[in-house]
């Protein structure tokens, strides 16, 4: 069991793959089995990965590679291969658990939607992408399914294609990880270049083991930041976050599964993935690459978290939430801290994913409305959403005891605290922790308390095949951390390879109140601030935010996205814009000037040469053919058909050759 | 008056140039057949001729080559009146001088 799972890894995302094939292959008017077929792929590799997850637990650090060549040029052979280890197995579960759960909730969201196949098709091309990214064991193979993600993503964020916002958002999110994607193909090409393989693990040989890395010396620190680039595009990290809050313009549930659990969190796997390579020649757990990770993370988070308080559109609000915990994870990543990150990336994958299905179920009970200040006093009428909403903010908060999110991210506090270039980004992300629970307080606070609103007063609960997947994920979000309590690390110990033992007296740690002191502060303050917020009868919209009363100038400049889009419009989007407008004129007149030079030189020989050819070469082959004619009609008058005149001729020939002859004797 | 070489040429000559008249002065397809018959028979006598004042004791080439000769004229005199028949049949006439048609 154990080998058959690691030499046919493959089928995990070979399973998707296929149900997308087929549901595309059917027609659009055959509803149930396209959701049936998705469904199915998602069991099929759920089923499969709890089976690769099982035989990882069999030793401590379990990993098995499956390497195969894909081609050969000359002497030059390029291999790629599959690897199963925690890291890839713990992330397979995840996935897939989320993706089905994610796949249940889109039949009935989607219910309506005329193209509900296609969404289908798509989502389970996602899926099997994202499966073969976790288990490649090749950078390039990693490549080629980060960028089949991408397409997936760019296919599901302009699904409702009819919409101009959807499809700019989707050219947006695309062109962004773009950018992001360059470097990491030139971190491809370099590292091709120094280590020469691209594998892995390739028993010993591989570009993270000890061989590898040798040969890789001061570049790996390059090669390390150019693939941070391709995870700072794809993880939404600042610079390039800017497309993350646009991609909710796709449906919810797309939302859920790529934007906050899966896909975004490549970026972070990637990192963990290649992790040696950022941390060779590390003192004392510090490379420079690492720092950049820490800084770049830090930024993120704080300002991703801050944005996050002034938004108004329920998905946004996750959406800037995303990038914050993803910048949390980046930042854990970067401390050293690889364990807590991933432990991170697996919690937030289920609260994000149950926080963003929750607000699908807003969304759907409230026909369509996404503005926060148009709902309140929604826990009446939808006590299912309300209840499962609650947990997953309270897991995102960070609430410790019984959330997942409170564990991991004392965990990455922890890990965070001890880093020894600078306690910056310790204090820092105390106070990301602290606005977490306050937006999420405030976000609770308009949707579900207070007297109903406009669009809040018809609102219904969702359809059960919607509330099972809100209620097996919030289950999955408070049963995951009994895996993470310090008191027994399991999840820890399974991801590092150590051995974990059972101590309660672990459980109690400073970092525990700092944590639980940070969280009620937050969540303090927000019901302080936004008591009133929600009571407001008469459903009207709450118009003015408590904080924009307090401080308007703060309030427009975060609820504007810090004017980072304004920012780019103005520099980066202008500078192209003139760019193309310079290659435009230059295209217009210059080249086109010098093509159009050419072209009259061409034709101005093509007339010289018509002239020698009319009046030299014609009348050459026109005399000639006219003499031959002339002659023939000359010498034809010789043949007058007259057999006696012929042999006359040839009696005459005879007596002249026979005088010749007669002559020269 | 003895036999000589020099008799038998003349003959010769003489039977090949009344042969070449004929053939190039009549007008009647037939005759032109016995005038080139004629010359193929001052050719027989010159081979015979040739032979028969050669060197002693040879074998009969020249003998041999005329009976040939003949041989071929028969054939050759069957394919000229047949021609010469279908020829008629066609133009209805023999005479030479209106059969132009390969005139250039």
């Known amino acids: 069991m154990n080998s058959w799972i690691v030499t046919h890894l493959w089928l995990v995302p070979a399973e998707p793959f296929a149900a997308s094939l087929a549901i595309l292959s059917v027609s659009n008017t055959r509803r149930k089995s396209a959701a049936a077929l998705a469904v199915a792929g998602q069991i099929i590799a759920l089923a499969l990965s709890v089976v690769a997850f099982v035989s990882t637990l069999q030793t401590h650090g379990f990993r098995a590679v499956q390497n195969f060549t894909w081609f050969t040029f000359g002497d030059q052979t390029l291999r790629l291969g599959f690897v199963l280890d925690p890291l890839a197995a713990a992330m397979l579960v995840m996935i897939t658990v989320v993706g089905l759960c994610i796949f249940v909730f889109s039949v009935g969201y989607m219910a309506e939607d005329k193209n509900f196949t296609r969404f289908f098709a798509y989502l389970s091309f996602f899926s099997g992408a994202m499966l073969g990214l976790v288990i490649a064991n090749s950078l390039l193979l990693v490549f080629i399914f980060w960028e089949l993600v991408g397409l997936a993503s760019y296919l599901l964020i302009g699904f409702w294609i009819e919409r101009p916002s959807a499809a700019a958002a989707a050219k947006k999110a695309f062109i962004t990880t773009r950018i992001g994607d360059m470097g990491f193909f030139l971190g491809v090409l370099w590292l091709y270049d120094r280590a020469g393989t691209l594998l892995f693990y390739d028993n010993g040989r591989g570009c993270l083991e000890g061989a590898g890395l040798a040969m890789l010396g001061a570049s790996a620190t390059f090669v390390a930041l150019l693939i941070f680039c391709g995870a700072v595009g794809k993880s939404g990290q600042f610079p390039l976050h800017v497309w993350l809050p646009d991609a909710m313009e796709g449906p919810t549930p797309v939302s859920a599964l790529i934007h906050a659990a899966t896909m975004v969190a490549a970026g972070v796997f990637l990192v963990a993935r290649v992790y040696p390579l950022f941390s060779l020649g590390a003192i004392s757990g510090v490379t420079s690459s690492l720092t950049v990770v820490v800084w770049i993370g830090v930024t993120t988070a704080l300002m991703a978290a801050l944005i996050a308080i002034a938004q108004a559109d329920i998905k946004r609000i996750l959406a800037y939430s995303t990038v914050s915990q993803l910048g949390l994870m980046m930042v854990s990543l970067g401390v050293g801290g690889v364990a807590a990150g991933i432990m991170h990336l697996l919690a937030h994958g289920f609260f994000k994913a149950l926080l963003f299905l929750g607000a699908g179920s807003v969304i759907h009970g409230c026909h369509g409305e996404q503005d926060i200040r148009k709902m309140g006093g929604l826990r009446r009428f939808m006590p299912v959403t309300f209840m499962t909403y609650a947990v997953g903010m309270m897991a995102l908060s960070g609430m410790p005891f019984f959330f997942c999110g409170g564990w991991t991210k004392e965990e990455i506090l922890h890990a965070t605290a001890h880093w020894p270039p600078s306690h910056v980004p310790y204090y820092l992300i105390l106070v990301g922790v602290v606005l977490t629970a306050l937006y999420m307080t405030r976000q609770i606070i308009y949707v579900f308390f207070g007297n109903p609103r406009v669009a809040a007063e018809r609102a219904h609960e969702s359809p059960r095949i919607m509330t099972m997947p809100l209620i097996v994920l919030a289950f999955g979000a408070i049963l995951l951390s009994a895996v993470l309590t310090p008191a027994w690390p399991w999840l820890h110990g399974y991801l590092t390879g150590e051995p974990t033992y059972f101590d309660v007296a672990r459980l109690i740690q400073p970092m525990l109140f700092v944590s639980l002191a940070l969280v009620s502060a937050g969540v303090g303050v927000g019901f302080w601030i936004y008591r009133k917020a929600g009571t407001q009868d008469g459903g009207r919209p709450a118009e003015v935010d408590p904080l924009e009363y307090a401080q308007p100038a703060l309030f427009r400049f975060l609820a504007n996205k810090m004017w980072i889009d304004e920012l780019y419009a103005r520099t980066v989007i202008s500078f192209s814009w003139m760019a193309a407008r310079l290659s435009d004129w230059m295209d217009r007149y210059f080249w086109d000037g010098l093509v159009r030079g050419f072209g009259a030189i061409g034709q101005l020989f093509g007339i010289f040469t018509t002239s020698v050819d009319e009046r030299g070469i014609n009348a050459g082959v026109d005399e000639t053919t006219a003499g031959a004619r002339g002659l023939g009609r000359v010498m034809s008058t010789a043949h007058s058909g007259q057999i006696q005149t012929y042999l006359g001729a040839i009696a005459i020939g005879m007596l002249a050759l026979l005088l010749l002859y007669a002559w020269l004797a | ?104």
């Open chain 2, 1 to 104: 008056m003895t036999p000589t070489l020099q008799i038998f040429l003349i003959v010769s000559a003489a039977l090949f140039s009344t042969g070449l008249l004929a053939a190039l002065s009549r007008r009647h397809a037939i005759f032109i057949l016995i005038g080139i018959e004629m010359m193929l028979a001052a050719a027989n006598l010159n081979f015979i001729a040739f032979w028969r004042f050669g060197p002693p004791h040879q074998p009969p080439t020249g003998v041999m080559i005329a009976l040939f000769s003949i041989a071929i004229a028969a054939a050759e005199a069957a394919v000229g009146l047949a021609m010469v028949i279908a020829v008629y049949r066609h133009y209805h006439t023999t005479n030479v001088d209106q059969l132009d048609q390969l005139r250039g």
